[in-house]
């Protein structure tokens, strides 16, 4: 049974993944020390409020999905408004996926697993 | 449910409904886990508050590419046969809210055109100096020494001691510097057609070099 908690937490860790990625990209540069420490955080509250191992992992494989997908649809939205015509389309889509892949491979996908389960293990324990 | 008159509460009632104030939540009663939500839901909207102002400048970026404006404002020349002796200022102006463009260079090539159809290029004109900022609604002049470049300064004074009249054509590439830099080089280039007056450029295409291994392509209008 997921509760509604469980949900929001996922939802709210997808969010905070894509504003993570999106306010370093859209300013140039990729994630820093200062954004794993966040990951981190994020995945560790996530993963507490979750407060169990096997829903983390979905929890995490969903939140990280989400997080990417809403950064990539953000990131391509003026492809996808018509704001850049065909061919550059292409461009802007094959540019920012491969961003995109950069910036959440491999580390900040393994702070946001390892922290997740960290919290969970937390919640499981303490909560 | 309790269906409640509120204009006819008295203030017992009030006390007993809690809606004075004095029974504001209090956050010490949830359990842990519904404060750590909590502490999720506050961290997601500050860090998404800080990200939604960085998209709303990045949904503004391509438009700034596709609408940046570069006019030739003013141009003279006062030639004789070892140089064109005068000056060209181009005004290249962001119309859009978007901040972060940088020029990095402007790269010209120019001509000379006469009434009767003669033609003469003049070589290039760079602007490599200090880059400037485009940012939105002040707009940057570069002004660049016509010089002409071998023959074509002492062709260009015959005609004029001929009685020709001259225009000057540019072909303006503009280098951008963007948050796209280590991943892209943009190059925007422009067709200034012959005047000898106040001229806007046309746009021709948005040029993207790839960097570091993403791979990129071309776009124009």
Redesign the interface.
Known sequence: MIARQEVLAVLLWGTAITSLLVRNLFQGSFPGLLDFGLFAAFGLTAGAVISDLEKTIFGFAAGMALGTFLAFILAVLPALAGVVPPPGDQTVYTLWFSIIFRAVFPLPLIISLMTGLIGAGIGETYL | MEKVDFAKLKLSEIRRLGLDGRSRMDLATL????Q??L???V??IL??S??AL??S???Q???AL?QLQVKVVSVHANANSQSLNGSVTFTIKNPTGYS?LIMQSLLTNFTVTFTNGTTIPQGTLDYTGVPKKLNPTSPVNITLLLVGSGTGPLQVTQLIKDGAIPQYAFSVNIILT???????GITIPYQCPPTRSPITCEEVG?F?TSHGG???????R
Not at chain 2, 31 to 34: D, E, L, M
Not at chain 2, 178 to 184: E, I, N, P
């Open positions: 359990s842990r886990r519904t750590l939500t502490v999720l839901l961290g997601t860090i998404s800080v990200a960085n998209t400048n990045y949904q970026f391509f438009p596709e972060g963007t948050f796209l830099d280590q991943v892209l948005i993207l993403v791979s990129g392509g071309g776009g124009g």
